[in-house]
């Protein structure tokens, strides 16, 4: 089952908004990942986080990796209707990945 | 670099019978991955290959299923007798092992089975 708790489960956003979202975790983790999923397709990587209190940054969003190694939230700036779609967190220690359950994000009608 | 990408994107069985995917890397990668995703749920690990050798394989992937990389470039994945527990998003992914730590891992589109 999964080992990473995603927060929130879903959002709205309008456009122009920020929006964070976060993920947490019993273990520790060496790498925070975070992808995004369109439906009916693969996740695509965004952000990789390989330091704890790392900071990183990929156009509008920014990613931190936590001090403890059992978070990370990811930002999404001035937020665009392309932005919708399901956001993951990974962890990994080695070659696997440990995903969240994701985050959907939706525009506000 | 074209990415990964995995063959077919749909499929459509009835129970019982045998199903096999293709999944080819990013040609220069030497890891390669496989995971399924059920809906609501993030992708779970089955196995993965360091070049042609399969390291590591995960509770979920019962005795039903089977993969390979006989040359350390494409990967197949084959599930006989197939439930429609097996009902699921396949995908592959890969990523360039240096020895550096870095697990930075691109996906493909995925397989859609659906087991009927």
């Known amino acids: 089952g999964q080992q990473l708790n995603q927060s929130p489960q879903s959002m709205f956003i309008q456009e122009g908004e920020d929006v964070s979202m976060n993920c947490t975790s019993s273990?520790?983790?060496?790498?925070w990942l975070w992808y995004k999923q369109d439906p009916g397709e693969g996740p695509v990587l965004l952000i990789a986080?390989?330091?704890?209190?790392e900071l990183t940054s990929n156009g509008r969003l920014t990613a931190q990796f936590g001090i403890t190694r059992k978070d990370s939230f990811l930002n999404i700036s001035a937020s665009i209707p392309s932005d919708v779609g399901i956001y993951f967190c990974?962890?990994?220690?080695?070659?696997?990945?440990?995903f969240g359950a994701g985050t959907t994000v939706t525009v506000r009608a | 670099d074209t990415g990964v990408s995995q063959d077919p994107r749909h499929k459509i069985t009835k129970r019982g019978q045998n199903v096999t995917f293709r999944c080819d890397p990013i040609s220069e990668h030497n890891r390669l991955y496989w995971y399924r995703q059920t809906l609501g749920q993030g992708p779970e690990f089955l196995t993965y290959?360091?070049?042609?050798?399969?390291?590591?394989k995960s509770r979920l992937l019962s005795d039903r299923f089977s993969a390979e990389r006989p040359k350390g470039s494409f990967s197949t994945l084959e599930i006989q007798r197939t439930e429609q527990g097996d009902s699921a998003m396949y995908l592959c992914?890969?990523?360039?092992?240096?020895?550096?730590?870095?697990?930075?891992?691109?996906f493909g589109p995925g397989t859609r089975l659906t087991v009927t």
């Open positions: 290959f360091q070049n042609e050798a399969q390291l590591e």
């Open positions: 992914a890969s990523s360039l092992e240096l020895g550096t730590g870095s697990y930075e891992q691109y």
């Open positions: 990974a962890g990994s220690n080695d070659y696997k990945l440990s």
């Open positions: 273990s520790i983790f060496n790498t």
């Open positions: 986080l390989y330091k704890a209190g």
